[in-house]
């Protein structure tokens, strides 16, 4: 599972791209709205990089500072998605800072290089808002429910529950002053396939989201969920008995010969079964335990 941190933003939108991490296939078009750039010399490349919060959520029009390298002093800012761009000469020693009112600055190099990237270096940003979180952390059952409008789902694996633990949303980070967090869940109470067995989640002020990519559970010999989506919304109290989110994504049931059959069949063409609900209407609800 891919680290956030490789990320985001992206409309909380589901592919299999690389390139800007959480499966949000790096966009082809030129430099973001806004950007200050200069004339690219030999060997120069362009360069874009996202904006989120620690909810997975866009950062609208934050100002990005090229800091040293040789495109140093150029300025520019977030666009509606949380995208933005340069074009100009950078090289290893290219930092840039990401400012915005409400949320803590912020710092990064820039990425590695990516082959199959469109442009080939990407800088990704979570600001940190300054608000203090809502307090979510405890332990939960957590229920997964598939849209039912998608009446082709096999009804005895759309819905099912899970055990989770909710850390403290803190941020121990020294001379920080926000206290927002991301966390990584590892959910208890199912056969989880090993290394899809766990999630990202993040809060930030009041809103909490999570993103699944992508969690699959084993329901029996041969027979494999595959959950894959984003799921968010706004939490209305302290020490909430209830979490009711909206999840956006990809829901697989799989099942492949269990005599000689293995996860990898479910991408193979090698089902036995097989359906898909792709919704903005699945649910994912937290009942504190």
């Not at 699944?212 to 894959?228: A, D, F, S």
């Not at 269990?258 to 903005?280: I, M």
Request: aromatic fraction near 8%; glycine fraction near 12%; proline fraction near 7%.
């Amino acid at each position: 599972m891919k680290r956030w941190k490789q990320i985001v933003v992206a409309l909380l939108a589901l592919s299999v791209g690389a390139c800007t991490g959480h499966g949000v296939t790096a966009p082809t078009a030129a430099s973001s709205p806004g950007t200050t750039s200069v004339v690219p010399a030999p060997g120069a490349a362009g360069i874009k990089g996202t904006m989120s919060d620690t909810a997975f959520r866009p950062v609208v029009d934050a100002v990005v500072e090229i800091l040293d390298g040789p495109s140093a002093g150029l300025t520019t800012r977030s666009d509606a998605t949380g995208q933005w761009g340069f074009s100009g000469v950078f090289d290893d020693s290219s930092r840039f800072r990401a400012t915005k009112e409400g949320y803590e600055p912020a710092i990064e190099p820039i990425g590695p290089f990516c082959e199959a990237c469109n442009p080939k270096r990407w800088v990704h940003f979570a600001l940190k808002a300054r608000a203090v979180p809502v307090n979510v952390a405890g332990s939960y059952a957590m229920t997964i429910t598939v849209d039912q409008a998608c009446s082709n789902f096999p009804e005895d694996v759309r819905t099912r529950t899970y055990a989770a633990t909710l850390p403290s949303t803190v941020d121990g980070s020294p001379g920080s002053s926000a206290a927002n967090a991301y966390f990584r869940i590892s959910p208890t109470g199912a056969n989880f396939v090993p290394g899809w067995n766990q999630f990202e989640g993040g809060v930030s002020g009041n809103y909490m989201a999570f993103w699944l990519e992508t969690l699959v559970e084993e329901i029996g010999p041969g027979n494999y969920l595959m959950i894959g989506m984003s799921a968010g919304g706004a939490v209305g109290s302290e020490d909430p008995a209830t979490i009711e989110l909206q999840g956006d994504g990809q829901v697989t049931y799989c099942a492949v010969d269990p005599a000689s059959g293995v996860f990898d069949d479910c991408f193979g063409g090698k089902t036995v079964a097989y359906a898909q609900c792709n919704s903005k209407r699945h649910s994912l609800t937290l009942t504190r335990r």
